[in-house]
T-cell receptor, first 108, second 113 residues
Framework: GQNIDQPTEMTATEGAIVQINCTYQ??????LFWYQQHAGEAPTFLSY????GLEEKGRFSSFLSRSKGYSYLLLKELQMKDSASYLC?????????FGAGTTVTVRA | DADVTQTPRNRITKTGKRIMLECSQT?????MYWYRQDPGLGLRLIYY???????NKGEISDGYSVSRQAQAKFSLSLESAIPNQTALYFC????????????FGEGSRLTVL
């Protein structure tokens, strides 16, 4: 089974950096995903980590430490459109289990 | 057009009614999933299918059933809807030699009165 924890809410200022942490416990691990979800919309893929280390993709970066059961998503140069929920998901074989999501509010 | 299409997008029904949510995809993926989303609980897996003849229960399958009529279609049924099944339902697909990334439909909002 899965136990995935992430903060419920975070607030940051436009142009700033925000780091969203995710910790997990799993009986099997085949990768960790981050998804973005705007209110009332479908989740959209942001990043995937299967090996330890940092994956950078434009303003977004994701880090994984498998030994610690820990990941973070780093959002840089925040924009108003980044206000959304960010979902951490752990893959076990071909099933994804999701955390409850972190709602990020970007203020001007 | 969306690659993963869900119908209906919105439905209001009464307790005890039978409801079917349909999902079709044009991505050619073998794996299909149904999730429900509730505030504060995130996405929870209801059922999943890796092939036309393959059906598997997720973590919250009670009160639900599914049918995989073809590779491209995966429907979710509530035989006798109850108010705590009020939620946003998402269909998703995954396939090929990819990372296991899920591609989501636009969601079906179901309200049971």
């Amino acid at each position: 089974g899965q136990n995935i924890d992430q903060p419920t809410e975070m607030t940051a200022t436009e142009g700033a950096i925000v780091q969203i942490n995710c910790t997990y416990q799993t009986s099997g691990f085949n990768g960790l995903f981050w998804y973005q979800q705007h209110a009332g919309e479908a989740p959209t893929f942001l990043s995937y980590n299967v090996l330890d280390g940092l994956e950078e993709k434009g303003r977004f970066s994701s880090f994984l430490s498998r030994s610690k059961g820990y990941s973070y998503l780093l959002l840089k140069e925040l924009q108003m459109k980044d206000s959304a929920s960010y979902l951490c998901a752990v893959r076990e074989e071909y099933k994804l289990s999701f955390g409850a999501g972190t709602t990020v509010t970007v203020r001007a | 057009d969306a690659d993963v299409t869900q119908t209906p997008r919105n439905r209001i029904t009464k307790t005890g009614k039978r409801i079917m949510l349909e999902c079709s995809q044009t991505k050619g993926h073998d794996r299909m999933y149904w999730y429900r989303q509730d505030p504060g609980l995130g996405l929870r897996l209801i059922y999943y299918s890796f092939d036309v003849k393959d059906i598997n229960k997720g973590e919250i399958s009670d009160g639900y059933s599914v049918s995989r009529q073809a590779q491209a279609k995966f429907s979710l049924s509530l035989e006798s809807a109850i108010p705590n099944q009020t939620a946003l339902y998402f269909c998703a697909t995954s396939g090929g030699a990819n990372t296991g990334e899920l591609f989501f439909g636009e969601g079906s909002r179901l309200t049971v009165l």
